[in-house]
């Protein structure tokens, strides 16, 4: 048998000897597998149903090209990035004598080929698509909204262009539409524009003129489908879809394409490797304007045109695969370091027969590869398991997001396990690359060790290193063990322990630095997407103000919402009535500089930076000249506005408003109670006309240097065009968070304010709906005939806050990431728990024969189980040492990176979270050293005293 069969020999039957500890190694590489598996399959399965949940909601396409010429049809389809083309036209509106809605008396049509079918995820509900010339389905909102229009009919099609001419002496803006109109002149509008029936006043400024595009034909409706992504609910037509011959697009009669859009959608390769991000750039300076992408799709790619949301996801990808191979790295390097002194043994004596230090390394590493070849199929299977039971299990959050499309459709949207070969060659050579890297130092060390030293099983000589390193475990001032013999017995045994100790101080460590990193990194994350998205949702009612009712005023005419506040006082069954009313923002204005703070000016100018504008500009444009401040007000009753007043520690005292309320008063003075936080980002402060370079999120602690018994000078202009002063004198201070149980403030732009009710009807007097008005309330079923009676009333809405929540999108959003974290989390602490246990386990290993004999000598259990609790909380509090800076120091980089691409805001530290599960994981490894501790005192000391621990 040759040298390098012997040492193989040797090592299998070494191994054979702990098959325990092999199947802790097992268990524990098959996690650090199955995570990996997580990173790179999870990411791109987890990652493709995104995107297919998304494209249900918007369009299973991911470039388009709008007025293509001729000759470049050909050129979109033969990129090498492009998988599948589609191709559309808008031939515009035509009358729709059908419709059953007034605001909706037009049909858009749109033509479409077999392929922008299915791109654009168009769903039948009644009838069949298309599948010649002069077919049509319609929008199933034709139907819903009272159109007397069948399956069969005709609808004859002269289609126009609509243009809004503005007669007027002044400027028009429609600022949801991004649209101005100035005065005299004449403008294309879009689908989205809505349509004014004959009478509205919109007609006294401008004028609505069609003109043909000469398309006319017949069309006959073969069925209707589930709502298009792109339609709405506000514009004028409804969508109306026929058939386009792939023929007819690509050898049309007049030798060019004409006005129609050319959909891609890419390849596979292109979407994992990123590809979107270096071409985007070369397309949209090649074809300008006529290039669209759809970054709602490629945002779950991580490619949208949106960078913030790209350096999120790369940077949180990028942030956690080093968290998760720094620990599987570590679990690794213990599982051959734990076994080093064992391991010198059995190889000491192969040295002393003539193995070459190669042979002792080839060793470790055979040992390495017995174990990694179980292990990687193991947790591959694991890991594809996990990743599908992930998805599963975000499934529904997902679905739930996508708002804009029907839940039927995304009901169908199957989970796909997405495996690249790319994905599977990763999760091999990291498996094996860590496992390699893992075990190269204890293989050189173990190469370089001597026959004899290997035969007595030490490294370093007595008095050393190691000798050292033991001393604050057994010298003490006042021994905690009597006898002298006991205590000079211990301390020769442990000194040659400092390996397995420091397994434990380092597995430890990691431990504590992973969920302490974690956290804190988890929480600015969910806080930075929570900022991102809040753009959606400026204010939520707080628990204070939430009800499972709510009463609004709805259309032009003011219903007299005292009456029904009244009425419902009264009413039997009404529980927890409230009523609070607010200011649109801009009603109440300031042209006072000191206003805002310093700390606002300099937040505004880092936002406005995003926009190109220079400090010069900023300086004469908005810190010098004509800017005024907006004043948002939210008005309580007395109740709810003391027990504000008492949450922020406010002046109760001069609380309350000026008595006098007459038409002919001066000054309206106003207590109220101010927030002074805020924040701005380019989301909330936006230029018109202009795009910013990147995305910037700014906290303002302090929106005005306002004290308490300030004043705040505001204006408010009548309808009769007069401005009325409104002085509010601040009556108490508070913060976001503090006002956030009556108001959740998510764009914090605004300098906000509460007041009493008292404002409400003097500013109504002088401005028709200054406030809007809500009233709040929980109803029994005695109630039900006042709620029916204000369900049926004309300018009134009854809304059912359990089914309207404006925040809900968001929630799901957190939700989804706070899921991914805690499977992040809940799976690395699984692999460190793993190495701390096998370190644990491992140490009594090698004190078998060494606790033998100091019972043999007269060591009692107590003395015993004393030692190791004096030991391990040693050990636990040094791993938190040094744990401590490594991890504050993690999230500082992670801090300062998040802030430089991001913004500035303060991530709080979950200390809760951080102490409870430190605390945990420390009450678990001193159970588990003191479970090992009673199993040494059940042994048998000759037993123990005979066994060789290899």
């Given at each position: 048998?040759?040298?390098?069969?012997?040492?193989?020999?040797?090592?299998?039957?070494?191994?054979?000897k702990n098959r325990k500890r092999n199947i802790l190694y097992i268990l524990g590489m098959t996690l650090c597998i199955a995570l990996l598996v997580c990173v790179f399959i999870g990411r791109d399965t987890a990652v493709r149903y995104m995107a297919d949940v998304t494209a249900a909601g918007s369009g299973d396409w991911h470039i388009a090209f709008s007025s293509v010429r001729k000759g470049e049809y050909e050129k979109i389809a033969s990129y090498p990035f492009v998988a599948k083309v589609g191709i559309s036209g808008n031939e515009g509106d035509t009358v729709f004598p059908q419709s059953g809605n007034p605001e909706r008396p037009f049909l858009n049509i749109r033509l479409y080929n077999p392929s922008m079918f299915s791109m654009a995820n168009i769903h039948v509900s009644e009838g069949r698509l298309p599948q010649r010339e002069g077919e049509v389905v319609l929008s199933r909102t034709a139907l819903d909204d009272g159109g007397t229009i069948a399956l069969g009919d005709t609808i004859k099609v002269q289609t126009f262009r609509r243009f809004i001419h503005n007669f007027s002496?002044?400027?028009?803006?429609?600022?949801?539409?991004?649209?101005?109109?100035?005065?005299?002149?004449?403008?294309?509008?879009?689908?989205?524009?809505?349509?004014?029936?004959?009478?509205?006043?919109?007609?006294?400024?401008?004028?609505?003129?069609?003109?043909?595009?000469?398309?006319?034909?017949?069309?006959?409706?073969?069925?209707?489908?589930?709502?298009?992504?792109?339609?709405?609910?506000?514009?004028?037509?409804?969508?109306?879809?026929?058939?386009?011959?792939?023929?007819?697009?690509?050898?049309?009669?007049?030798?060019?394409?004409?006005?129609?859009?050319?959909?891609?959608?890419?390849?596979?390769?292109?979407?994992?490797?990123?590809?979107?991000?270096?071409?985007?750039?070369?397309?949209?300076?090649?074809?300008?304007?006529?290039?669209?992408?759809?970054?709602?799709?490629?945002?779950?790619?991580?490619?949208?045109?949106?960078?913030?949301?790209?350096?999120?996801?790369?940077?949180?990808?990028?942030?956690?695969?080093?968290?998760?191979?720094?620990?599987?790295?570590?679990?690794?390097?213990?599982?051959?370091?734990?076994?080093?002194?064992?391991?010198?043994?059995?190889?000491?004596?192969?040295?002393?027969?003539?193995?070459?230090?190669?042979?002792?390394?080839?060793?470790?590493?055979?040992?390495?590869?017995?174990?990694?070849?179980?292990?990687?199929?193991?947790?591959?299977?694991?890991?594809?398991?996990?990743?599908?039971?992930?998805?599963?299990?975000?499934?529904?959050?997902?679905?739930?997001?996508?708002?804009?499309?029907?839940?039927?459709?995304?009901?169908?949207?199957?989970?796909?396990?997405?495996?690249?070969?790319?994905?599977?060659?990763?999760?091999?050579?990291?498996?094996?690359?860590?496992?390699?890297?893992?075990?190269?130092?204890?293989?050189?060390?173990?190469?370089?060790?001597?026959?004899?030293?290997?035969?007595?099983?030490?490294?370093?000589?007595?008095?050393?290193?190691?000798?050292?390193?033991?001393?604050?475990?057994?010298?003490?001032?006042?021994?905690?063990?009597?006898?002298?013999?006991?205590?000079?017995?211990?301390?020769?045994?442990?000194?040659?322990?400092?390996?397995?100790?420091?397994?434990?101080?380092?597995?430890?460590?990691?431990?504590?630095?992973?969920?302490?990193?974690?956290?804190?990194?988890?929480?600015?994350?969910?806080?930075?997407?929570?900022?991102?998205?809040?753009?959606?949702?400026?204010?939520?009612?707080?628990?204070?103000?939430?009800?499972?009712?709510?009463?609004?005023?709805?259309?032009?005419?003011?219903?007299?919402?005292?009456?029904?506040?009244?009425?419902?006082?009264?009413?039997?069954?009404?529980?927890?009535?409230?009523?609070?009313?607010?200011?649109?923002?801009?009603?109440?204005?300031?042209?006072?500089?000191?206003?805002?703070?310093?700390?606002?000016?300099?937040?505004?100018?880092?936002?406005?930076?995003?926009?190109?504008?220079?400090?010069?500009?900023?300086?004469?444009?908005?810190?010098?000249?004509?800017?005024?401040?907006?004043?948002?007000?939210?008005?309580?009753?007395?109740?709810?506005?003391?027990?504000?007043?008492?949450?922020?520690?406010?002046?109760?005292?001069?609380?309350?408003?000026?008595?006098?309320?007459?038409?002919?008063?001066?000054?309206?003075?106003?207590?109220?109670?101010?927030?002074?936080?805020?924040?701005?980002?380019?989301?909330?402060?936006?230029?018109?006309?202009?795009?910013?370079?990147?995305?910037?999120?700014?906290?303002?602690?302090?929106?005005?240097?306002?004290?308490?018994?300030?004043?705040?000078?505001?204006?408010?202009?009548?309808?009769?065009?007069?401005?009325?002063?409104?002085?509010?004198?601040?009556?108490?201070?508070?913060?976001?968070?503090?006002?956030?149980?009556?108001?959740?403030?998510?764009?914090?732009?605004?300098?906000?304010?509460?007041?009493?009710?008292?404002?409400?009807?003097?500013?109504?007097?002088?401005?028709?709906?200054?406030?809007?008005?809500?009233?709040?309330?929980?109803?029994?079923?005695?109630?039900?005939?006042?709620?029916?009676?204000?369900?049926?009333?004309?300018?009134?809405?009854?809304?059912?806050?359990?089914?309207?929540?404006?925040?809900?999108?968001?929630?799901?959003?957190?939700?989804?990431?706070?899921?991914?974290?805690?499977?992040?989390?809940?799976?690395?602490?699984?692999?460190?728990?793993?190495?701390?246990?096998?370190?644990?386990?491992?140490?009594?290993?090698?004190?078998?024969?060494?606790?033998?004999?100091?019972?043999?000598?007269?060591?009692?259990?107590?003395?015993?189980?004393?030692?190791?609790?004096?030991?391990?909380?040693?050990?636990?509090?040094?791993?938190?040492?040094?744990?401590?800076?490594?991890?504050?120091?993690?999230?500082?980089?992670?801090?300062?990176?998040?802030?430089?691409?991001?913004?500035?805001?303060?991530?709080?530290?979950?200390?809760?979270?951080?102490?409870?599960?430190?605390?945990?994981?420390?009450?678990?490894?001193?159970?588990?050293?003191?479970?090992?501790?009673?199993?040494?005192?059940?042994?048998?000391?000759?037993?123990?005293?005979?066994?060789?621990?290899?």
């Amino acid at each position: 048998m040759s040298r390098n069969n012997a040492v193989f020999l040797v090592t299998r039957r070494y191994m054979k000897k702990n098959r325990k500890r092999n199947i802790l190694y097992i268990l524990g590489m098959t996690l650090c597998i199955a995570l990996l598996v997580c990173v790179f399959i999870g990411r791109d399965t987890a990652v493709r149903y995104m995107a297919d949940v998304t494209a249900a909601g918007s369009g299973d396409w991911h470039i388009a090209f709008s007025s293509v010429r001729k000759g470049e049809y050909e050129k979109i389809a033969s990129y090498p990035f492009v998988a599948k083309v589609g191709i559309s036209g808008n031939e515009g509106d035509t009358v729709f004598p059908q419709s059953g809605n007034p605001e909706r008396p037009f049909l858009n049509i749109r033509l479409y080929n077999p392929s922008m079918f299915s791109m654009a995820n168009i769903h039948v509900s009644e009838g069949r698509l298309p599948q010649r010339e002069g077919e049509v389905v319609l929008s199933r909102t034709a139907l819903d909204d009272g159109g007397t229009i069948a399956l069969g009919d005709t609808i004859k099609v002269q289609t126009f262009r609509r243009f809004i001419h503005n007669f007027s002496g002044t400027d028009l803006v429609f600022p949801f539409l991004e649209l101005q109109i100035k005065a005299g002149q004449t403008v294309k509008v879009g689908d989205s524009f809505g349509y004014f029936p004959e009478g509205d006043a919109f007609y006294k400024e401008c004028q609505e003129i069609h003109v043909p595009t000469g398309y006319e034909t017949s069309l006959r409706v073969v069925g209707f489908m589930e709502v298009p992504y792109y339609e709405n609910a506000g514009q004028a037509a409804y969508t109306a879809l026929t058939y386009l011959s792939d023929r007819s697009t690509t050898e049309p009669a007049d030798g060019s394409l004409g006005k129609v859009t050319v959909s891609a959608e890419l390849t596979d390769s292109a979407l994992s490797s990123g590809a979107v991000s270096g071409f985007r750039r070369q397309l949209e300076e090649k074809w300008g304007d006529r290039v669209i992408f759809n970054d709602k799709v490629l945002s779950s790619f991580g490619m949208s045109g949106d960078s913030t949301i790209n350096k999120i996801i790369v940077a949180a990808q990028i942030f956690f695969v080093i968290l998760i191979f720094a620990a599987t790295m570590i679990l690794i390097r213990n599982i051959f370091n734990i076994s080093y002194e064992q391991r010198c043994r059995y190889l000491g004596m192969l040295s002393s027969a003539g193995a070459t230090a190669r042979q002792k390394r080839g060793s470790v590493y055979y040992e390495a590869f017995l174990l990694l070849a179980p292990s990687l199929p193991l947790g591959f299977l694991s890991g594809l398991l996990i990743v599908w039971g992930g998805v599963r299990i975000l499934k529904p959050i997902t679905e739930m997001m996508q708002q804009g499309a029907a839940l039927a459709v995304l009901s169908d949207v199957p989970v796909r396990l997405t495996v690249r070969p790319g994905a599977v060659f990763l999760v091999i050579c990291c498996s094996v690359g860590i496992v390699l890297l893992s075990a190269l130092r204890p293989a050189a060390r173990i190469g370089k060790v001597g026959p004899i030293e290997s035969v007595r099983g030490v490294e370093d000589a007595a008095g050393g290193r190691r000798a050292r390193g033991s001393r604050r475990i057994v010298h003490r001032k006042k021994p905690f063990i009597r006898e002298s013999g006991i205590r000079l017995l211990a301390k020769g045994f442990f000194r040659h322990e400092k390996q397995q100790q420091g397994s434990i101080v380092r597995a430890l460590a990691v431990f504590f630095a992973i969920i302490m990193t974690v956290s804190y990194a988890g929480t600015g994350v969910i806080q930075m997407v929570d900022y991102k998205l809040n753009r959606s949702s400026d204010e939520v009612v707080g628990d204070e103000l939430k009800r499972k009712w709510s009463v609004v005023s709805d259309g032009d005419e003011s219903a007299d919402m005292d009456q029904v506040y009244s009425q419902l006082k009264k009413t039997a069954g009404i529980r927890n009535l409230i009523r609070y009313d607010e200011s649109m923002p801009g009603v109440f204005t300031s042209t006072a500089r000191d206003l805002y703070s310093q700390e606002y000016w300099n937040a505004l100018y880092q936002v406005l930076k995003q926009y190109g504008v220079s400090k010069k500009a900023f300086t004469r444009d908005y810190y010098q000249n004509g800017f005024f401040g907006t004043v948002s007000v939210l008005a309580l009753d007395d109740r709810e506005f003391d027990k504000m007043l008492k949450a922020v520690g406010g002046d109760s005292e001069g609380s309350g408003d000026n008595p006098t309320d007459h038409a002919a008063e001066a000054e309206k003075v106003v207590a109220c109670i101010l927030c002074s936080s805020g924040n701005l980002s380019t989301d909330s402060y936006q230029i018109w006309g202009k795009k910013p370079s990147g995305y910037k999120y700014v906290e303002i602690s302090h929106m005005t240097d306002k004290k308490v018994g300030d004043r705040i000078q505001t204006t408010l202009t009548g309808d009769d065009g007069k401005d009325h002063a409104v002085s509010f004198r601040i009556a108490g201070i508070g913060d976001i968070k503090q006002v956030s149980r009556w108001l959740k403030i998510n764009d914090g732009q605004y300098i906000r304010l509460f007041v009493r009710e008292s404002l409400v009807k003097w500013a109504n007097r002088r401005l028709r709906q200054a406030f809007s008005t809500v009233i709040s309330f929980d109803a029994g079923k005695e109630a039900e005939p006042v709620l029916s009676q204000i369900e049926s009333a004309k300018h009134l809405q009854l809304v059912d806050s359990g089914s309207l929540e404006s925040g809900s999108f968001l929630e799901m959003v957190a939700k989804m990431i706070r899921t991914l974290l805690l499977l992040f989390l809940i799976f690395s602490c699984l692999i460190c728990f793993l190495n701390v246990y096998n370190s644990v386990c491992s140490l009594f290993v090698v004190r078998r024969r060494q606790n033998a004999m100091l019972r043999s000598v007269g060591m009692t259990r107590k003395e015993l189980r004393q030692l190791t609790l004096r030991e391990f909380s040693g050990l636990l509090f040094e791993a938190f040492l040094v744990a401590l800076p490594v991890s504050a120091a993690l999230c500082l980089v992670f801090k300062r990176v998040i802030m430089e691409a991001f913004g500035r805001f303060s991530i709080p530290v979950p200390y809760g979270m951080i102490g409870l599960m430190i605390l945990e994981t420390a009450v678990a490894v001193l159970c588990i050293a003191q479970g090992r501790c009673r199993k040494e005192a059940a042994s048998d000391i000759i037993e123990e005293i005979k066994t060789e621990s290899i």
